[in-house]
């Protein structure tokens, strides 16, 4: 099976090379192709445009920070939909609108060329280390003669149904995670202000009722003062602007999402849209002019170092 990979930024490079570590055949192609040094040097092919990316592979995977991104990449006169014949699949693993994914697959399945989503779910580290979780949705047939790929890039894969249910739990996480974000700040400036020593607050919330997969990883990049996550706060917003769009569609008032995204535009506003989401917890530090640092916290996440 010969796969394509299209959008090389800091999420989608980790999942290419996965492929190729596990041995798959991977032809690349992203705007920067300085993107895709690392990956032609381990074996990879490049491709001048995303049409002569898949006519060279049965497999399009995109990977790229906007619905407006894979509708130009998928169906622009160069794009991946003039490239891959009858019988290709086209993977999009970009956080996205469940209607525009609908919108594009209708458009690839009159060309005969199969759709599934794969969202993925864990943070850039996970993806480096081949463990992040995929959520996939779309034909199950088509699901399991991908699954070998999709296990190559994932930890944890969870078969969600048809085409557009991944679209939707992926934002959920995420709308999830930038909550649980904005309250471990608040968290730990309370810790701050008490006296309490933060290095230790972080291992005893750690170990407590009161902790979550993102005190245990963004916490720490808080601490060390990086804020490096890999995620922008314009993708934040994006992903809690479709939040907020579900909950009106489906009639579910999202108080905590709703507040969550204010503070993640507010944020966006203040330190732009190519900061680290992370710095949300920077209005908090700012505003009471006290920062959140940790002498001596680690440099990089844990579950990096591993």
Wanted: hydrophobic share 45%; glycine share 12%; proline share 3%.
């Amino acid at each position: 099976m010969r796969y394509g990979f299209i959008g090389l930024g800091n999420l989608g490079g980790h999942l290419a090379a996965s492929l190729l570590r596990e041995g798959f055949d991977l032809t690349v192609h992203d705007l920067n192709q300085e993107a895709a040094r690392n990956l032609i040097e381990r074996g990879a092919r490049w491709a001048q445009s995303p049409k002569d990316l898949a006519t060279a592979v049965d497999a399009v995977i995109t990977c790229l920070p906007s619905p407006a991104a894979s509708a130009k990449v998928l169906t622009a006169d160069n794009g991946v939909l003039n490239g891959l014949r009858a019988g290709g699949v086209w993977i999009e693993m970009s956080t996205t609108d469940q209607n525009e994914v609908h919108r594009i697959a209708a458009l690839a399945d009159a060309r005969g060329i199969a759709t599934l989503e794969a969202p993925v779910t864990g943070g850039v580290h996970r993806a480096a280390a081949g463990e992040i979780t995929v959520l996939v949705g779309g034909d199950h047939t088509v699901y399991e003669k991908h699954l070998p790929a999709l296990e190559a890039m994932g930890g944890s894969i969870f078969y969600m149904g048809e085409l557009g249910n991944a679209c939707v739990l992926k934002v959920i996480t995420n709308m999830l995670a930038f909550i649980h974000l904005v309250a471990a700040g608040e968290a730990l400036m309370l810790a701050k202000r008490a006296g309490l020593d933060l290095a230790q607050v972080f291992a005893a919330i750690k170990a407590s009722s009161g902790t979550s997969f993102v005190h245990e990883t963004e916490s720490q990049l808080i601490l060390n003062g990086s804020y490096n996550i890999g995620f922008t706060m314009d993708l934040a917003c994006k992903d809690l602007g479709f939040a907020s769009r579900y909950g009106r569609e489906l009639g579910v008032p999202l108080e905590l999402g709703g507040l969550t995204e204010q503070i993640f535009r507010r944020a966006c506003a203040q330190y732009g849209g190519g900061a680290w989401s992370t710095q949300v917890v920077k209005l908090l530090e700012d505003a009471l002019h006290t920062d959140l640092r940790a002498p001596g916290f680690p440099a990089v996440l844990e579950s990096e170092e591993k």
